[in-house]
């Protein structure tokens, strides 16, 4: 297949056709990264539900498996989780290890009257090709919220045993159990901690280490938060630090200051792989790159969302306190085009000079150390052309990191869509580094080493192929600049 129609990314993730919205069930088992999304073969708006599949051997190039899970007599497949039962406490796998995923059952509405959503087993002893639904279902009601959904479930190995979060309206709870099939409820947390803008939903609860922190770990709460129609952000994402025993979660925050996962509009719903090690402990983050806000209306043909690209989670001491850092994962330095690439060093630039002016490009990454010097502002103007740009700049006095979309393309399919937002942070030593990974239709922008990260759908026209870096208000000096063209996965 060509995957070439306008807009279509060449190195995130998207489904072949129709519908996709948030990642689901995603483990790592016998030399597979396996993918699951939420799924709508029949349409490119959001509908019942299904799993879809792929499965990577590097977190890359991805091949499209056939549907994993569909609606059964139980309802819909919500979102979810799945782990490897290394020693079968499920007794699905006659001694063996297996996979198990653990889903929301939700029921197809309009038929029932207040709709239920209800946790669900099924299994697969081949790898994920195939998958049995637990006769069992659903295995977890609580039919006293409607809100019950998208469980994530971890062997706790401290204590030896399951731990489910799964998320109850305005909360979190945890649940325990020793085989997958039973649970026993925990605790809950939340329903006076961070953010409640919209309904929780989707958390993970995942301990990291502290980077440059011999033996210090913490547990991190993900919980992506719903659209509030009256706030221009939509769907977004926060999490919490504290500790964890294996059955309740603490914050350790001190005030009540919502810690938000990305400053930008597109990255929603999001958790990590489940035993997939790393060599520091990290994991792997991917979310839904879109925005229930608008995920309906974006200007796509044929298929509808992207993921983020893959992303490895730490902690670091920053000096507001620990924060959850993001880095674009290694293996997709693969797709760098090293022949095609552009490298310069310590350059000084100064109002009206644009060391990019020669770069024409859709899919590529830029690494950029700047130094700010004099200026009052430098950035990047990036997909340019006489009418369209997508500015991500640096304002020095203020210390503040934006981006504006509000030029970058099509934008008339919601009024929310074009928008300028940023974030305050601090340069280090008087440099800002910027990782920027350029697509057909998104902007993701790293800043110092994954301290801050802006995520952005744009729909510029494809031959909005210019890019720029500036300078206001005084001179910068570069310290380094590396424009590495991306190979298509494709390819
Ligand atoms: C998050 C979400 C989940 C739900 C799924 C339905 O984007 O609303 O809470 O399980 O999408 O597709």
Sequence with gaps: EAYNEKYRPQYHFTPPAMWMNDPNGMVYFQGEYHLFYQYHPEGITWGPMHWGHAVSTDLVHWEHLSIALKPDHNGFIFSGSAVVDWSDTSGF??????????????DQYPESERPRQRQSLAYSADKGRTWVMYEGNPVLCNEQITDFRDPKVFWYTAGGHWVMVVAAGDRIQMYTSSNLKDWTYA??????????????????????????????????????????????????TQYFIGSFN???????????????????????????????????????????????????????????????IPRELMLRETETGIRLVQTPIPELQKLRLHEQAVHQKNITISP?????????????????????GDASEVGFKLRTSPQEETVIGYQTASQTLYVDRSKSGESSFHHAFPCR??????????????????????????????????????????????????????ESRVVSLSYFPLQSMYS
């Design 93 to 106: 796998f006659s001694g063996q290890p297996g996979l198990v995923a653990m889903f929301t059952h939700a």
């Design 187 to 236: 605790s809950e947390f939340g329903a006076a901690e961070g953010s409640h803008d919209g309904v929780w939903e989707c958390p993970d609860l995942i301990e990291l280490p502290v980077e440059g922190k011999d033996g210090i770990s913490k547990w991190v709460l993900i919980v992506s938060i719903g659209d509030h129609p009256e706030l221009p952000e939509g769907s977004r």
């Design 421 to 474: 937002h940023e974030v305050q942070v601090q340069p280090k030593k008087g440099r800002i580094l910027f990782h920027i990974y350029v697509d057909h239709s998104s902007i993701e922008v790293f800043v110092n080493e994954g301290e801050v990260v802006i995520t952005d759908q744009i729909f510029p026209n494809p031959a909005s192929t210019g890019a720029e870096l500036y300078v206001y208000g005084g």
């Design 352 to 372: 009206g000079e644009n060391p990019l002016e020669d770069m024409n490009g859709v899919t590529y990454e830029l690494v950029c150390e700047m130094e700010l």
């Design 246 to 308: 294996g059955y309740s979660f603490m914050s350790e925050s001190s005030d009540n200051s919502v810690l938000w996962l990305d400053y930008g509009r597109d990255n929603y719903a999001g958790v990590t792989w489940s035993d997939a090690h790393r060599d520091k402990q990290e994991k792997i983050f991917i979310g839904w790159m879109s925005n229930w806000k608008y995920a309906n209306q974006t200007p796509t043909s044929t298929w509808r969302s992207a993921m983020t």
